[in-house]
């Protein structure tokens, strides 16, 4: 049984996996409006990682045979001045969800929930990658300034992300 404060959190954050496909996918629509199909690809395939998320911890509740919430979510931001500016926001919002994952570490661990312990494991394993993968190519965004070759480059280079579904928890 999840206690009520852990059910909360983790509703909550069902919702901000959610919330961070949707920014994911404005992000990928502005990249097409820029005429950057694979920045839009990547974005789109970041898309359904964080939809999968949100599924991963909606399963887990009713694994558990909790009631999963699912409460109104804040529009994405439509509008960017750059490709670097979406990654740059897209690296502090996975700085943002890193610090919720940890959050709900934290209360599993008061609340002595060993089976959400094991659970939430693995996102904050998955955190250091977003991280890791938004920051990469906002550096190389950064390296590659205005040249309008590199970010062609970059963006053959990033048409070739394809989604892979995680293993089951």
């Not at 991963?56 to 750059?82: H, Q, T, W």
């Not at 659970?119 to 890791?132: D, G, I, K, N, S």
């Not at 390296?143 to 280079?157: N, S, V, W």
């Amino acid at each position: 049984m999840i206690s009520e404060k852990l059910l909360k959190a983790l509703n909550e954050q069902i919702n901000k996996e959610w919330w961070s496909a949707s920014i994911y996918k404005a992000m990928a629509a502005y990249c097409e409006a820029e005429d950057l199909p694979g920045f839009a690809n990547w974005f789109n395939v970041q898309t359904l990682e964080e939809l999968t998320h949100g599924q991963r911890i909606f399963d887990f509740i009713c694994e558990a045979g909790e009631r999963v919430e699912l409460y109104p979510m804040e529009g994405p931001k439509n509008d960017y001045d750059s490709p670097l500016d979406a990654f740059t926001y897209g690296l502090e919002h996975e700085k943002l969800v890193t610090s919720l994952i940890n959050n709900l570490m934290t209360i599993a661990k008061e609340e002595k929930d060993h089976a959400a312990e094991i659970m939430l494991q693995w996102f904050v394993t998955e955190q250091v990658e977003e991280e890791a993968s938004f920051g990469l190519i906002k550096k190389k965004l950064e390296r590659i300034g205005d040249d309008g070759r590199g970010i062609l480059m970059l963006d053959d280079e990033l048409a070739s992300r394809v989604f892979t579904p995680p293993t089951p928890a």
